[in-house]
């Protein structure tokens, strides 16, 4: 069954969405109202899908809330929103959505846009779960984010691994990549913080 | 720089003795020498050397033996005291008057005798006050009353105490011929000092306008030498202190010193050696110590000893020296310098040659030194003081061309900055313009497009309403035709809920400003309305405790209405069945200043025990989203009537 997490703060529409989709597909729906609710809901049910505002709470934080999510769950998006400005969508783009609603939807375009992603999610073994660093990350990567783990610099990284100091950085630079983080020590430290428990 | 006119004196025509001198032959025992034209008395003087000045006139007279002819008196001390004697017989013209004069002697008394009877005695001298001269006489000369056809003993007694040898060259002649001579000499005095007076004075506007300090030096040098050759005609002692001579004579060597301090200072200064070459100037600067050794012992030994020819020679022993450093610093400067400093040169190559020339002359005549020598070391001063004037007008004249040229420079230069600074505001003001226009242009698209945004919003906001209003016409339209009981309440809580929307959007349009609604109006409103569909007898009692500056974020308002219609529509749909007293109450209390208290209760049925809870199945899970939605919390209870009680956060 596939799990959905409708992230919307206006909860009458979230629910209209929810009663279309539990119509339409066999699956699992949650609403959330704020971002604090949502990132409660993600840890619980670890969603296959997003459908998300992208205004929650008079703000552009809908964009912000998935690139932070995309850092620790695996998971598709689709963005329902009634902003059809360029630069907006541009930035949604960042985040490499599965699909981009305009308001208002109805039933038809709600299942069209929502069809064509969950098709697709049948296929993908690693979507709904936490980030799998394995698969993301190779045994050098993990291995230095392991160590970055212990509090050590990029020099004595260099030195347990006996790699060059610029080899350090070029691989942190891949991971910050990959992570979607600002290229910056503390990005990165902070996110292995956050996350350590998934450097197993 | 060796400067030795000191010892020119004013007196006849000396060379004219001379030469007459080399054709008298000498007398041994005295005839009387008649007396005519010019006679000059050193051949026919008989001599006497008075070591100690003891002998008197009245007993030399008598004894013309004790005399030997001058020529054979051996050479004594310089300063005794000389007695000459000589006989003169008149002719037989009568002269109006006869002038016995000598060149430089500093103390004579001469005695003329008739026989052995003394007709006069006259003081004369160059040290003698002015007082003890006779009437009509003078300081070199003495006027003797000679009448015709008479013989006549000339006694004088000569004191010259300036260690120099004593020269005898005295001259009897007639008045008529020594005063055309002497005003002679005076009318060229006059012209050549009247040419330095102008000189100077020239010199010193120069430095008054120019401020050029050259031309102070200068004024120093043309001072100094000018004040000598006014001292050595004897002009100084006659204006200045005719009483005191001796004491003035002192002075005259330091004004010669006090001229070549200033010519120093001048070449230093104008040739600028000490920044240029160093080199001269280390041996230059020797130059003013000498000059002020010179000036201190000269004065100590004139003061002291009144010995004049031992000063005289240690002066002349520095000339050396002095000539040694000019040639060396004209040597070392000569290739160096520029025309206008070139002029100084020739005027100190001027100088020199004038100065060894005045030595030469010195050293042939001696002390009695000739009349013309001052007049040519004059001539000599004034010529080189030209030269070193024009020196000094050239070089400003350069100056005032560098200056013209810098000048003009400048003002080219400020030209060009000028045309430079114009061109860069008219490329500013360009700049400026374009980026005004560029403005002013922005300022009206502003204009137009926040008209556009205006008229987009109230097409907005009329749209909002119209709609609005066309789906509560709608249903309200429909609602007689639905005959159905559940769908008629279905129909009628939509309606109340479009309506609450309607007045949240109204509200919202009016207050925009403020974008916070007065609850307590907004209560009041949506009830009133509600009690329209639903209580059309208007039994219920609707009591409100809501203070009045309570309102609610619009961003709440609408949640908030949805709830408050639906809480109406459950409490006029299922709690009031044949109610005898029906009665609404909405309290409201700010709990804190981001809290809000809100209390809704009706005296109704409340929840039956069993049964009918699936009529609230439709309203309270929508009531408990939209709180969720605000951040809120609620609880029911439903012991006698419905009670929810809410706390939202403002």
Partial sequence: ?200 | MAREISFLRPSGLPILAVILLLFHPTYGSPPPVPVGQRLALQPVFTALEDKKGAATADGLIHRPGDFTPLASLPKGDPVSYYWLRATIRTGDRNDPGKILSFSHLTFVDVYLYNDTSLITHRAAGAFQPESKFADGDGRFFCSLPLEKNHAYTLLIRVHHTKYYQPQFDFVLQPARQYFAAAHTKESIDIALFGAICILFIYTLLSWIVSRFRPYLWLLLSIGGIGCYALSNNGYWIEWFAPEHPASAWLLNPHFLYLGLLGLYLLVVDFWQLRTDFPKVYAWMRWVPILLVLRSLSAFGIDYFTGNYFVSGLIDRATHPFMLLVVGYTLYICWPRLNPARRYLAYGLVLLCVSGLYLTIAILVSKEQSLNTVSTVGNFFNIAIFLIFATGLKEEMRRHELAKQAALEELNRLQQHQNTILERRVEERTEALAVSNRRLQNQKYQLAERNTKIETLINELHHRVKNNLQLLYSLLSLQLPIVKDGVSRDILKGNIGKIRAMMLVNEKLFNFEKGRNIGLCEFITELAVHLQKIYDIRERTRILQEIPAGISLSDKHTLSFGLILSELFTNTFKHAFKDHPDPCISVRAVQVSEHLLEFNYSDNGVGIPAGGSTEKFTMGIPLIKDLTRQMNGQMSISGEKGLHYSFTIPV
């Fill in chain 1, 1 to 200: 069954m596939v799990r959905i997490l409708i992230i919307e703060d206006e909860i009458i529409i979230a629910r209209f969405i929810e009663q279309q989709l539990r119509n339409s597909f066999n699956c699992e729906t949650r609403v959330a109202v704020s971002r604090a609710e949502a990132e409660t809901a993600m840890a619980e049910i670890l969603p296959h899908l997003l459908l998300c505002d992208i205004q929650l709470e008079a703000e552009l934080s809908g964009i912000d809330l998935v690139t932070n999510l995309r850092r620790r769950y695996a998971f598709e998006v689709i963005y329902i929103t009634s902003y059809e400005t360029r630069s907006i969508i541009e930035k949604a783009a960042a985040t490499h959505p599965a699909n981009y609603l305009i308001k208002p939807i109805d039933e038809s375009q709600l299942f069209a846009g929502v069809q064509l992603v969950i098709s697709r999610l049948r296929a993908e073994d690693r979507i709904g779960k936490p980030l799998q660093t394995s698969i993301l990350f190779s045994e050098t990567e993990l291995r230095i984010l392991r160590l970055i783990r212990e509090k050590k610099t990029t020099m004595e990284i260099a030195e347990t691994l006996h790699l060059s100091r610029f080899t350090i950085k070029n691989h942190r630079h891949n991971i910050c990549r990959k992570l979607e983080l600002a290229d910056e020590n503390n990005a990165l430290l902070k996110w292995v913080v956050q996350n350590g428990h998934l450097l197993k």
